[in-house]
């Protein structure tokens, strides 16, 4: 089950290893719209990218994919565009944790906080904030 969403999303996207490549590196948010919701997708993408050394901390990168392009953003370096194989309807953003298991899916363009607050709830960050504390 954990890597349930990454297998998904390897199946049906030609940068599979764009994704598979987080996978215990970072965390990913994929932010899915069609053309009639490409304005809630820049939304929720502003929103996000606005943030940017709270991604950084919390070592989350960014896909935001509308009727079959994507972007990639992780705060460091310059955004870069990648195709997708697959048809997208409607508006979502999903949040993929470290072990690639989907850990909070939308359907409505939420704060930051929201995405923040749920990783830092999880074991890992809890175990990375600890960490640094040393």
């Known amino acids: 089950m954990k890597y349930l969403i990454v297998a998904f999303l390897v199946s049906n ?3 599979s290893q764009d ?8 965390r990913v ?5 069609d053309e009639g919701h490409s304005k809630q997708a ?9 943030e ?8 989350l990168v960014i896909y935001k994919c509308v009727s079959g392009q994507c972007e990639f953003y992780n705060g460091l370096s310059s955004k870069k565009l990648l195709q997708l194989n697959q048809s997208i309807e409607g508006f979502s953003a999903v949040l993929i ?8 899916k939308t359907k409505a ?26």
């Open 29 to 33: 948010i994929v932010i899915y719209a």
């Open 97 to 104: 944790g470290l072990d690639g298991g989907k850990k909070y």
């Open 42 to 50: 820049d939304l929720q993408f502003n929103k996000l990218i606005a």
């Open 13 to 15: 996207m030609m940068w």
């Open 19 to 26: 994704l598979s490549s987080h996978l215990w590196n970072e």
């Open 109 to 134: 363009v939420v704060e930051p906080s929201a995405f923040f607050s749920l990783i830092d709830q999880m074991p890992m960050r809890r175990q990375e904030l600890r960490d640094k504390d040393k």
């Open 52 to 59: 940017q050394e709270k991604l950084v901390e919390r070592k």
